[in-house]
C-alpha cells in the first residue's frame, strides 16, 4: 500500500496564510503601477529543522519567475515584498525548502561555545557540501559556484581552525543558499494573481458635468464645441478626470418630463439614460452635443491640459434603441407582445427596456456590449464610469472586463455600485477598477471612522477602491440639503482628503445647491437630469478657492495619493474628526481635522501617537494649516483645535515634510 | 470568440463566504456524533433577482445529497444545519438558483396592494409554471406534482379572482420551489468535509498514572495485574479515560537515571519513553508489567467500569530497539558510523535514537509505523496519545490518522503539540482528535480569557479540541509550585469545567505534589518518568473528594460537555475569573468564578446579561453551588462573590436547569 504513496506526502514544509489573498485565490489583488506587493505567509517544518523560503513573482505572459528571499518574522511567519512595473497582471508564489546546511551551522555556532567536541560535525558539514555539489555540477551556469564549493569541501576536511573557519564564513552560507535544492522542497499549491492599473485608478479628481447644460450667456444647448472653453475652469479647479453623463441619442418614446415628470412637453430635452433613438444607440453621439469629431476634439483638448474624459456607459435602452427592433430577442416579450420595461412594483420606468440577461441569444448580446467598450476605447476613452452594473448579470463585467484588459490595460472601470456591501465588494473583486460606496450616508465621525476602517484595514483594501463623491446627479444627502455652505465645505474636505479618488457633481457642488425635490427625498428639485440648467460658475460664493486649493494639496502631498494609509485619531469630541495620511518613509504627514457640525464651532484635543510619527516629545513642534497657510506652534501628543463651520469647517495640517 | 463562452459565465448567483471552511476546504472541519453542522454562506444575484439556496450534505460513500433549504439572514449572507449522525466523514455543499417564481409572486403582491391590472402578470405566472411543467414531465417521481402544477396552470388563466387565489396560495409556492430548476442554477465550488469521531473525543477525564509505581504496601514494581484494582478508585474518581505511559521494554544502554541522570545504576528502571530493547519494541510489552494477556485484561476490565484505556505512543527508539539493527536505513547514520543520537545542542539525549524522517526508505518506515497502531487498535485500544508529534514529518501523521480512521473511525488520537501555535493547530487541521495545548502557562485572568476566547471563539473550534492539563508529568508549572493546595483545586476546576476534555498526571496531582528538580524549573524532583514511586492514594488531604465532586457534575451538566459554549463576564477583580456554559436550549446554564490567587481572599461584583440567560430581571432567583450545595439568592445582572481559596478557590454554581 505504501508502494504508491506521493513522494508529495513525503515534503515536510508547509506553506499556509498567505497573504494577500482574497477569496483562497479565486480573484486577483489590485495595484497600479510602481506600488509593492508585501508577501506574508506562515511557512514552518516539523521539530527544529530549517527552512528557508522565497517569493516568487513574474509578469504574466513571462517564462522566468523572479525571486525574492523572505525573512522570518515572529510566530513562523515569513515576509518579503516586490514593486509592480508594468500594466497587466503579475503573478506570485512561494517556495520553501528544509535547509540542512542552515541548521547545520546554527548547531556548530551553539556546540562551539560549549567547547564541545566538532570533529565529525564537520565532517558532516562537509558531506552537505558534497551532495550540494554532485547535485549542480551538471548546470553550467554555476561552475564557478562549484569550484567555490569544492575549495570548501576540501577546507572543512582540513585541520580544524581551518575546517571551522570555513563552516563559518558568510561566503560558504551564501553559496549554499544560492545552489540549495530548492525542487526538492515545496511550492505553495497556488498561484497567486496581481492586476496592475495606472496610477489614476488610485489617484484622481473627478469632475462630472452635463455637457448640454449652460454656463454661458449665449447657450441654449451645450455642444461639445462649447464645452472646450469649459475644460481650462475645470483644470483650474485642478480636476483629473472630466467625466460626462452619457453621450449618446435619447428616446422620444414615454421620454420623462422635468422633475421626472411622466409626461414630458414638447421641449423637454429627456434623461440622457434613456438612450438610444432612431439617430442611433451607444455607439452614437447626440447629434445636439455635435459630431464624434466634435467629440474627439473635446477629449484631446482635455488630454492637453493634462485631463482625461471618462464616459458614463449604462446598458439600458430607451424604447426607441435600435436594439429593440434589431435584436428583441434580447429584451423580455410579455404575454401582450410589449417588451418588458424596467420596474420596481409598484414603481414603473417606462422609458426603459432592460436588456434580459436570461435570454438564449446571451452569447450574441454580450458580444455586442462589449463592442461598444472595444468602439469606446477606439475613441481614445480609457475611464469608464458604468451605470448600476449590479443590475446586469455580475459574471458579464467579469468577462468583459478581462476581454477589454486583455488588448487595453489601461482602461479604468468606475462602478457606480450602489447595492448591497457583498454586491458592491463582489463588482470589485471580478474587475472593477474603482467603486462608488457608502460615503454620501456615512456623515458622523464614528460611521465614518468605522466604515474606513473597513475599507481601508481590511482585506477589502487589496481590491476595492473606493472614489467618494459627496453628491451626484440622484443624491443629494440632506447633511446638506440642511448644512449648507459648511457642510458642503467639509464634506468636499472629507472625500478629498480621505479618498485617494474623489468626485463631485458640478457646477452644482461649488455652488451649493441644496434643495431636493420633496423633503425626505435626494432627488434635486428641477434636477439637470430632466432639463438644461443654467449655471453661472463665476458666483462670488462658489466653492472654487477651496476646491482649488485643496486639488493642489491633493497633488503636492504623496500621502493624500493612498487609501490604506489612512489613520484616525481621538479628538474627545463627536463632532470633530481627525485622521491622518502619511507616506510610508514618515516624509510627508497630513492630519486632516474635520468639524462635522454645520452649525457650531467645535473644539478637542487631538491625541496623537507622536513618537510613531518621528516627532520629539520633548520639544515643540511646527504644524502648518494647508488651507490658509496658518501656523501653530504644538508640543506633545495632545493638541487643542477649534473649527468654526462658519469659516472653515477643517484644518489640512502639514506636520512633516513635502509641500 | 463569445461562441466559445462557457455557460458557466452567465449563472446569475454567486456563492462565497462559506462557514465552516477551513483554509478554503483544505481540511475538514471536526464534530462528534450528534453535533450539529450550522452552514452560512453569502448569497446573492444581481438586481433585483431572487434566489432560493439549499444546503447539501451527505455521508462519504453514499450516492444521494440530503437538501436542507437555506434561509435568508441579513445582508445576502444565508443559514441552514444539519446533524451528523454515523461515525467517519461528510460531506457539505450549497446550490442556488435564481428563483423566477418567487419574484413574480413577491412583486404580484405589491402590485395589488396599490390596486395595479394584473391580468399580464397573471398570465406570466401560468407560464412559469407551464415551464416547470414542461421541464419536469420526464420525470414519473413527480407524477402528482405535475398535475397539480397544470391544475395551477389553468386557474391562473381563470378569472381575476381565482388566478388571484391560485397565485397566492402556499402550495402553489411549495410545489414550484420542490420542482424548481436547481441545476439551472450554481453549486458551490467546493465540497467541504467533516469528519465524525465519538463523543469522547469532544469529553472527557482523563487520568494518567504509571503503572509500574506503586499504590499499595506490598508492591515493588506494579503490574496490569496489580492495576486491575486500581481502576475502581479512577473510576470513583469519575474519570473516563485511563491513560498509560508507554509499556514496551525499556533500552539499556544510556540509559537514564533518578533524576534524569546520565548514569543510571544497576537498579535503575529506566525512562518509559526510551522505548525498545532486545525483549521488542513498539508492539511488545515490558515483561516487568506483564504480558499481553495481562494487558488486555486490564483494558476489559476498564471498559467494564465504564473507562477507555488509551496508550502512548512515542516514536523514537531507544539504541536497543530492534529496528536499529533491523533497520539501520531508518535512522541517520553520521560519518564515524554511529547512530545520530536525539540533540538540541548542545543537549544530547543518548538513550535516544529519534527516526530520519529524510530516510530514502521512508514508504517501508511509514508503513512499519502505521503497523503499530494497528497493532495496538487490534487489542481493542481506540484512544492514543502521540507523544511529540510536531518532531516527525507533519503530512506522516496525516496519512497514518486517515489510514487509521478509514478502517475505524472510532479511534482518537490526542497530539501531544506543546510546540509553535501554528504548528499545533497544523497537526489538528490534519487529523488529531484533540490536543494539548498552552492551558499550563495561562494562568492569570487576562491570559485565559484572551487564549480560550482564541479557541473557542474563533474558526479554530472547528478543528481543534483542547485538552486540558494542569500538569503532566514534564510540566510542574510554578503556579503550583507556588500557590500549593489553592493552586491545586484553581487549576484543577478550571482545567475542568472551561475544558470539555481535561486530564491530571495522578497520583501527583490530587497528592499536591508539587517540588521541582530545581527553582525555576518544571520538571519534578525525583520524577516519576525515571523511578517507581510509592503513592499513599488514600491520604486524607487528597484532593479526591473534590475531584470526585466536579466529575460527576461534568456528567451530570450537558453544558459543561462542550466548548464553544463558553462565554466571559466582567468581575471587577483581576483574580476573579468568572465564566459561563449554557445548553443551546438554555436548559442548563452553569456559572463558574474561580479565585485565581492562592493566598486572599477575593471578592467582585460578576455582571451577567441575564436576560439572554432567560432570566427574570426583575425578580430574585436562587443559585446552586454544586460543589457545596449551598444555595444563594441573587437579583439583576450584579451579584456579590467571595471566594477563599484555603476553603474552596471555586463556585461552579448552577443557574438553571439539570442537575
Redesign the interface.
Known amino acids: 500500500?505504501?508502494?504508491e504513496?506521493p513522494s508529495?506526502?513525503?515534503?515536510?514544509v508547509?506553506i499556509?496564510?498567505v497573504t494577500p489573498e482574497i477569496?483562497?485565490?479565486?480573484y486577483p489583488i489590485k495595484r497600479v503601477v510602481g506600488e509593492r506587493v508585501v508577501v506574508e505567509a506562515?511557512v514552518?517544518?516539523?521539530?527544529?529543522e530549517a527552512l528557508s523560503c522565497e517569493l516568487r513573482y513574474r509578469q504574466h505572459g513571462a517564462n522566468a519567475w523572479e525571486a525574492v528571499p523572505m525573512q522570518p518574522l515572529v510566530?513562523?511567519r515569513w515576509h518579503a515584498e516586490f514593486t509592480v512595473t508594468q500594466l497587466g497582471s503579475y503573478t506570485y508564489t512561494i517556495q520553501a525548502w528544509?535547509d540542512h546546511f542552515k541548521l547545520w551551522a546554527g548547531?556548530l555556532v551553539?556546540?562551539l561555545?560549549?567547547g564541545?567536541d566538532v570533529s565529525?560535525e564537520l565532517?558532516?558539514g562537509a558531506?552537505l557540501v558534497d551532495d550540494t555539489l554532485s547535485r549542480i555540477t551538471a548546470h553550467k551556469d554555476v561552475a564557478n559556484d562549484a569550484v567555490s564549493l569544492a575549495d570548501y569541501a576540501e577546507k572543512l576536511r582540513s585541520d580544524p581552525e581551518t575546517a571551522i573557519q570555513a563552516a563559518l564564513s558568510d561566503e560558504l552560507s551564501a553559496l549554499m543558499l544560492r545552489n540549495a535544492d530548492k525542487d526538492g522542497g515545496i511550492t505553495y499549491d497556488r498561484e497567486l494573481d496581481v492586476v496592475v492599473e495606472p496610477v489614476r485608478a488610485r489617484f484622481g479628481a473627478w469632475y462630472e458635468f452635463f455637457p448640454r447644460s449652460c454656463w454661458e450667456k449665449d447657450c441654449t444647448h451645450g455642444t461639445f464645441k462649447i464645452c472646450e472653453d469649459r475644460l481650462p475652469y475645470i483644470k483650474e479647479l485642478g480636476f483629473d478626470v472630466v467625466y460626462l453623463p452619457p453621450i449618446h441619442p435619447i428616446g422620444h418614446t414615454r421620454r420623462k418630463g422635468k422633475n421626472n415628470n411622466v409626461v414630458a412637453q414638447a421641449d423637454d430635452v429627456g434623461s440622457p439614460w434613456a438612450i438610444g433613438s432612431e439617430l442611433g444607440g451607444h455607439k452614437a453621439i447626440n447629434p445636439d452635443l455635435g459630431t464624434l469629431q466634435d467629440f474627439t476634439r473635446f477629449v484631446q483638448k482635455a488630454a492637453k491640459l493634462g485631463m482625461q474624459v471618462a464616459l458614463d456607459i449604462a446598458f439600458q435602452c430607451s424604447p426607441d434603441h435600435p436594439y429593440v427592433k434589431e435584436h428583441p430577442e434580447w429584451f423580455k416579450m410579455?404575454?401582450?407582445n410589449t417588451i418588458q420595461y424596467a420596474e420596481?412594483?409598484?414603481k414603473k420606468y417606462e422609458d426603459i427596456y432592460p436588456f434580459d440577461?436570461?435570454t438564449t441569444h446571451?452569447?450574441?448580446m454580450?458580444?455586442e456590449l462589449?463592442s461598444i467598450f472595444e468602439y469606446w476605447v477606439g475613441q481614445g476613452i480609457t475611464i469608464f464610469r458604468v451605470d448600476n452594473p449590479?443590475?446586469?448579470?455580475?459574471?458579464?463585467w467579469?468577462?468583459l472586463i478581462a476581454s477589454i484588459k486583455a488588448q487595453h490595460p489601461e482602461v479604468i472601470f468606475l462602478a457606480e455600485a450602489f447595492t448591497?456591501?457583498?454586491?458592491m465588494y463582489?463588482l470589485a473583486k471580478i474587475g472593477f477598477s474603482q467603486s462608488y460606496n457608502y460615503f454620501p450616508w456615512r456623515n458622523s465621525a464614528w460611521e465614518l471612522t468605522e466604515y474606513f476602517t473597513e475599507l481601508t484595514k481590511t482585506d477589502v483594501k487589496e481590491f476595492f477602491r473606493p472614489n467618494l463623491w459627496p453628491n451626484t446627479p440622484d443624491i443629494l444627502h440632506e447633511s446638506l440639503q440642511n448644512g449648507g455652505r459648511p457642510a458642503f465645505m467639509s464634506r468636499f474636505v472629507l472625500a478629498s482628503t480621505m479618498g485617494a479618488s474623489y468626485g463631485i457633481y458640478g457646477p452644482a457642488y461649488e455652488l451649493c445647491v441644496n434643495t431636493p425635490i420633496a423633503p425626505g427625498k435626494e432627488e434635486y428639485l428641477d434636477s439637470e437630469k430632466y432639463e438644461i440648467k443654467h449655471w453661472d460658475v463665476g458666483r462670488a460664493d462658489s466653492l472654487k478657492t477651496l476646491i482649488t486649493r485643496v486639488n493642489k494639496i491633493r497633488h503636492d502631498n504623496p500621502a493624500l495619493q493612498s487609501n490604506d494609509n489612512l489613520r484616525f485619531y481621538t479628538t474627545g469630541n463627536e463632532h470633530l474628526l481627525a485622521y491622518s495620511k502619511a507616506t510610508n518613509d514618515l516624509s510627508n504627514i497630513l492630519l486632516v481635522v474635520v468639524n462635522l457640525d454645520p452649525e457650531a464651532t467645535q473644539s478637542g484635543l487631538i491625541e496623537l501617537p507622536i513618537e510613531e510619527l518621528g516627532i520629539n516629545p520633548f520639544a515643540p513642534y511646527l504644524v502648518q494649516d494647508l488651507l490658509t497657510g496658518t501656523y501653530f506652534e504644538w508640543s506633545g501628543s495632545h493638541n487643542y483645535v477649534e473649527l468654526n463651520p462658519h469659516v472653515l469647517p477643517a484644518h489640512v495640517l502639514l506636520i512633516r515634510g513635502t509641500k
Not at 477569496?23 to 479565486?26: E, L, V
Not at 449590479?390 to 458579464?396: E, I
Open positions: 500500500m505504501t508502494k504513496l508529495i506526502l513525503n515534503k515536510r508547509v499556509e496564510g477569496d483562497s485565490g479565486r506562515d514552518f517544518t516539523d521539530g527544529h510566530n513562523d528544509l548547531y551553539r556546540r561555545e560549549v564541545q565529525i565532517l558532516i558531506g410579455r404575454p401582450d420596481n412594483p409598484p440577461f436570461d446571451w452569447r450574441e454580450w458580444a462589449l449590479h443590475t446586469k448579470a455580475l459574471r458579464f467579469q468577462w448591497r456591501p457583498k454586491v463582489y
